[in-house]
Structures are given as structure tokens and as C-alpha cells.
């Protein structure tokens, strides 16, 4: 992967982290915060594309 995809990449996901901690649901629990699971997600999603098929 170029390094240029890979710094796209990564605003890509700066930029979805930083909608996701606005984004909260509300459970009976308490207030749950979306931007852990964003970042599981997002983690999984860019080894994915960076090893080799």
C-alpha cells in the first residue's frame, strides 16, 4: 500500500472517530459510547486492507 492511500486512510478514520464520539445510544444501563466499537471496527478494517491477498 502507498503511503499516500495509507495517510488517507488514516484522516478517513480520524475523521469517523471523531463523528462517532458524538454518537451516543442510550441503553438501561446507561449511556453507551459508540467510538470504542469505532475503533475495533476500524482496526479490523485496515489490517485487512494492508496485508497482502
Do not use: E, N, W
Not at 478514520?13 to 444501563?29: Q, R, S, T, Y
Not at 459508540?34 to 489490517?47: D, E, I, M, R, Y
Amino acid at each position: 500500500m502507498s503511503r499516500t492511500k495509507r495517510t488517507v486512510y488514516a484522516g478517513m478514520f480520524a475523521a469517523l472517530m471523531a463523528v462517532g464520539a458524538f454518537i451516543k445510544i442510550m441503553l438501561p444501563i446507561g449511556p453507551f459510547m459508540v467510538t470504542f466499537s469505532l475503533q475495533f471496527l476500524f482496526a479490523l478494517l485496515l489490517v485487512s486492507r494492508s496485508l497482502p491477498k
